[in-house]
């Protein structure tokens, strides 16, 4: 539900390239990215609304990324099964509790 590449949009585009010989622009990869970021939006949400009322939260974090050039945060809260992920601009911004 989240992507786990982290790496750059040029390296991606190259890779597509390498491997399958299919260019692709960076802008595309971002387009492609962006879709499918929206289409998994609900599995999302309802896997964080479960450990939201999960008795047995195992761990949180809370890691500072750079994306487009900009610091965000990536907040984790996961149980002995489901996990969620979510990014934001604000430390605030936490999990539902």
Same mark, same amino acid.
């Given at each position: 539900m989240v992507y786990g590449q982290f790496v750059t949009l040029g390296r991606l585009s190259q890779t597509m390239k390498e491997a399958h010989d299919i260019p692709v622009s960076e802008a595309s990869v971002l387009k492609m990215i962006r879709q499918d970021a929206r289409r998994w939006k609900p599995a999302s949400e309802a896997v964080g609304d479960r450990i939201a009322w999960a008795e047995l !939260? $195992?761990?949180?974090?809370?890691?500072?990324?750079?994306i487009e050039g900009m610091?965000?945060?990536?907040? !984790? $809260?996961?149980t002995e099964a489901p996990a969620a992920f979510r990014i934001s601009?604000?430390?605030?911004?936490l999990l539902p509790a």
């Open positions: !939260v $195992k761990n949180v974090d809370e890691t500072g990324l750079r610091p965000q945060y990536l907040h !984790v $809260k996961c601009v604000s430390r605030k911004h």
